[in-house]
C-alpha cells in the first residue's frame, strides 16, 4: 500500500506501509501496486484482526471488535503497459507551523454512566456535555495554537474537527507514536485509551461557529461534542 492523501489531501511524500489502522472520519488516498502480479493473482482488501490496548471492548463478544473481516477482492485480469512513476514529492498544502503558535489547550475526554439511566454511557470532553446554545471554546482568527486531546477511559474516539485542518505533532501513551498514515494535514485523529495526542491548529479560512466532536455518532450524541466561536 503506498499512501499518497489523507483527510485534506497529498502528503508531502508517498509513506509505503502494510496496513493502515482507519477510525470513523478519516479518510486516506492510496496507490496499490500490482504490477508484479501475474493473471489470475487475486489480491485481498481486509480488516485485519487487532486488540486495542486497556479499552473496553475487547473482550466484547457483541459488538466483535476487533475480529478479521474481507472487505474487497480484486482480481488480475489482463496485463497493460504503464511506464508511470510514483514520485518522491507531492504538491502537499500547507499547513500551522508549530513554531509559531502562541496559546495551548487541552481537551481531556472522559466517560461515564449515564446518573439518570445508569444503562447508558455519557461521554464528554473537558467534563462538560454538548449544549448548542454554548460557546466552549473561543479562538482568534488566523492564530496558531497547540491543541492536545487526552483520552483518560477505556473508550477509544476519533477526534473530527470542523472548518480547519491540524498537524499531528506527537502522541504518548498508547501506541506512543505518529502513525505513518497521520502524516500530512488531517482533520480527524485517532485516540486511544491513556494516549495523549498533540497537534497544532489554526483557523485561517472563515470565521465563525465550529463544531469539535468524536466522529463515533454514540459517543457524539451522548455528550461528547464542543462549540467553537473562531473570530
Not at 29 to 45: H, M, T
Not at 78 to 96: C, M, N, W
Not at 115 to 141: K, L, W
Request: with cysteine; aromatic share 6%; hydrophobic share 35%.
Amino acid at each position: 500500500l503506498i499512501i499518497i492523501g489523507n483527510d485534506a489531501g497529498f502528503l508531502e511524500r508517498p509513506v509505503r506501509t502494510d496496513f493502515i489502522d482507519l477510525s470513523p472520519g478519516e479518510r486516506i488516498d492510496l496507490l496499490i501496486d500490482l504490477r508484479d502480479a501475474s493473471i489470475g493473482d487475486k489480491v485481498l482488501l481486509g480488516s485485519r484482526a487487532f486488540i486495542i490496548s486497556n479499552s473496553l471492548a475487547r473482550d466484547d463478544q457483541i459488538h466483535r471488535q476487533g475480529h478479521p473481516m474481507d472487505l474487497i477482492q480484486l482480481v488480475v485480469k489482463r496485463r497493460v503497459r504503464d511506464h508511470s512513476e510514483i514520485p518522491d514529492r507531492l504538491p502537499a498544502p500547507r499547513g500551522p507551523d508549530p513554531a509559531d503558535a502562541v496559546r495551548e489547550r487541552s481537551f481531556v475526554l472522559t466517560s461515564e454512566r449515564d446518573s439518570q439511566t445508569r444503562t447508558m454511557m455519557a461521554h464528554q470532553i473537558n467534563g462538560r456535555s454538548y449544549r448548542m446554545g454554548n460557546i466552549d471554546e473561543r479562538v482568534p482568527f488566523g492564530q496558531t495554537e497547540i491543541w492536545t486531546f487526552e483520552n483518560k477511559r477505556n473508550f477509544s474516539h476519533p477526534i473530527h474537527l470542523h472548518a480547519t485542518h491540524f498537524r499531528v505533532l506527537s502522541r504518548t501513551g498508547g501506541r506512543n507514536q505518529v502513525m505513518p498514515w497521520e502524516q500530512g494535514l488531517k482533520d480527524t485523529v485517532l485516540v486511544h485509551p491513556e494516549e495523549q495526542v498533540r497537534v497544532a491548529v489554526r483557523f485561517d479560512a472563515h470565521p465563525g461557529l465550529f463544531l469539535l466532536h468524536c466522529h463515533n455518532l454514540e459517543h457524539e450524541d451522548s455528550g461528547m461534542m464542543l462549540n467553537i466561536m473562531v473570530g
